[in-house]
């Protein structure tokens, strides 16, 4: 199946105007993720499957409508920070979809490959294994992480992954019911282990995902309303 989402031509430009509109709308608007998350419970990766959670009104159905694929929902440490996010540099199949806030995430396909803002980052990932096991329903696939150490230095993880089917699901998204087929992808490297969600919709598209960043940062909500 097709990962590729169609965009307008220039909706980039009117989805960045329409994020500064945004800015006083999410919960981030009285400090960055950063400081947030000094005061919320920190989740590290220990395997523990997450479930996702109920979504802040960061953003109305007609400002999302109007731009069909331009944004993301962020939700982060169990719904205590959420906020609107707006596609920004594209670079062929990958996106960098961009906060007023200041945090930033990177996705190849919606799958999660850097982040930039939070207490611990996830500096680059490649996910091309995981891309092409979600394309063929489900297998093994190989996945590499490079994130800061406690030093702050660039430490590289290899994950052995495992992707696997979980049936349909009907889900709700900013007052829409979208049908999807989710998938739980398991991973394990000598240091960590954590399972990553994925719900596609019928055309392909990733519509939400609960994905891993790093240790301290935990995971992240990523609806594509």
Known sequence: ?????MTKHGATVWAMVALVALAGCGSMNEGNLT???LTAVRARLDGTPVQPVA???VLTRAQADANPGGFLVLNAYNGTVVTA???GARNGSRTTWLSAEGPSVTTQNGVLVATRGFPRDLMAADVDGVMRALIAGGGSATRVHEILSDTDQ???LTFACSLASQGRETIGILGRQIATERFDETCQSDMLAFTN???????????RSLQAIAPESGYIQL???
């Open 197 to 207: 969600k994925y719900w596609i919709d019928d055309s392909g598209v990733m519509v």
């Open 35 to 37: 400081g947030t998350a």
């Open 223 to 225: 609806d594509r309303p």
């Open 1 to 5: 199946m097709s990962m590729h989402a």
């Open 154 to 156: 660039i430490e590289t």
């Open 85 to 87: 996010m707006a596609a």
């Open 55 to 57: 979504t802040a009104p």
